[in-house]
Nanobody, 126 residues
Framework: QVQLVESGGGLAQAGGSLRLSCAAS????????MGWFRQAPGKEREIVAV????????YYADSVKGRFTISRDNAKNTVHLQMNSLKPDDTAVYYC???????????????????WGQGTQVTVAS
């Protein structure tokens, strides 16, 4: 399995930006489809964005489409989530996750992902 460590969370004002990073170690990073999930207080964990092994394909939840961008650097074993135009509803703990699924179409649910980071808190003030 791959080990994941998130960073970059914090406090932002509504309309502001934050960039999350996830550093991976262990088995070959480029063999994993990577995803970002979030869990707000009192709510279930939900998918935010997913990126293919090469980085050529991405998926976004409707709630973040056009505001968030997922990217990866396979040479540095990292995946990022650039979050712009933040809203108070974006407040949550954000998790990085990895799956050995081949296609991002096969990685659309929490149960599809096997490795998880510890999470990083993002708080957006109104």
């Amino acid at each position: 399995q791959v080990q994941l460590v998130e960073s970059g969370g914090g406090l932002a004002q509504a309309g502001g930006s934050l960039r999350l990073s996830c550093a991976a170690s262990g088995r070959t990073f480029s063999s994993y489809v990577m995803g970002w999930f979030r869990q707000a207080p009192g709510k279930e964990r939900e998918i935010v964005a997913v990126i293919s092994r090469s980085g050529g394909s991405t998926y976004y939840a409707d709630s973040v489409k056009g505001r968030f961008t997922i990217s990866r650097d396979n040479a540095k074993n990292t995946v990022h989530l650039q979050m712009n135009s933040l809203k108070p509803d974006d407040t949550a703990v954000y998790y990085c996750a990895a799956t050995p699924k081949i296609l991002i179409s096969m990685a659309t649910q929490e149960s599809d992902f096997r490795s998880w980071g510890q999470g990083t808190q993002v708080t957006v003030a109104s």
